[in-house]
């Protein structure tokens, strides 16, 4: 099995790809674009890409690829982010930090307190970042442990987040839907086409008067007029269950679009 996944080594993305599958063949892209493209294009088996964090929300590029693409989610991983300040040289000799813009926000308040006039630069991952901080004693990366160990660098502080509780949530995306497993998750995109009014209140009455748990959530715009939504739902059961399956069924005649994005196993 091969898996693509955001690099370079040390990412975040690795160690979800490593949890989901310790044994599978990693493959290293640059961004999530690249990573899904590379299903696309069949040089993988599977890509693992970031859906939402607990602190910054969703990651808008991703909920975009599951509706413009035509693909399944076959998994999901959780993952506890533990930022760390490395650099090849001390806290005094630093000029400039970088990372991806969510980990820069995830630790906004340090970087203020701390280093409030260092130059602060975006990468495309924090095992980029990482990479970089390497060509210089005046560069630093907001990035994991894994990625000090890596690369060779000195962890300067550990756990620099805002808020301890910080987890990413990330996705294995496939082609296929699994079995069911007994614990099962299912994401759905619903577009409603007219807003009238209890629009949205007649579709989330039909799982609640079936007990089906929604577990998230969230409006996204459809790119094509101001105010008009996308909604993109997930819900505790498989496709393949009586109950799910049925209030589907109701929920297809009253909306413009309904996209069933997979059903996969709950993250342990």
Not at 30 to 54: C, G, M, Q, R, W
Request: with cysteine; charged share 30%; net charge neutral.
């Amino acid at each position: 099995m091969i898996i693509g996944t955001l690099g370079p080594q040390g990412s975040f993305s690795e160690k979800a790809a490593k949890q989901w599958n310790d044994k599978a063949e990693l493959r290293y892209y640059d961004d999530i674009f690249d990573t899904v493209d590379a299903l696309l294009h069949k040089e993988v088996d599977y890509s693992i890409v970031p859906i939402e964090n607990s602190i910054e929300g969703s990651i808008t590029l991703t909920l975009d690829i599951l509706m413009e693409q035509q693909l399944k989610i076959s998994g999901e991983v959780i993952v506890q982010i533990e930022h760390c300040l490395l650099s090849k040289g001390k806290r005094s000799e630093i000029k400039r930090i970088m990372s991806i813009p969510q980990a820069l926000s995830q630790c906004r308040k340090y970087i203020k307190k701390n280093f409030n006039n260092i130059e602060v630069h975006s990468t495309l991952s924090t095992s980029q970042a990482a990479k970089l901080a390497l060509e210089s004693k005046e560069f630093a990366a907001i990035a994991s442990r894994e990625s000090a160990r890596t690369y060779g660098l000195n962890i300067l502080d550990e756990n620099i987040q805002d808020a301890n509780e910080n987890f990413t949530r990330f996705i294995v995306i496939g082609r296929t839907t699994p079995k069911p497993s007994g614990n099962d998750k299912t994401s759905i995109i619903v577009y409603l086409e007219k807003n009238r009014p209890g629009a949205l209140y007649e579709i989330l009455g039909e799982f609640a008067n079936r007990g089906i748990d929604l577990t998230r959530i969230e409006s996204r715009p459809t790119k094509k007029v101001l105010g008009d939504y996308l909604f993109y739902i997930d819900l505790k059961g498989h496709i393949e269950d009586r109950i799910i399956k049925d209030a589907l069924d109701k929920i297809k005649n009253k909306v413009g679009m309904l996209k069933i994005l997979g059903s996969y196993p709950v993250a342990k």
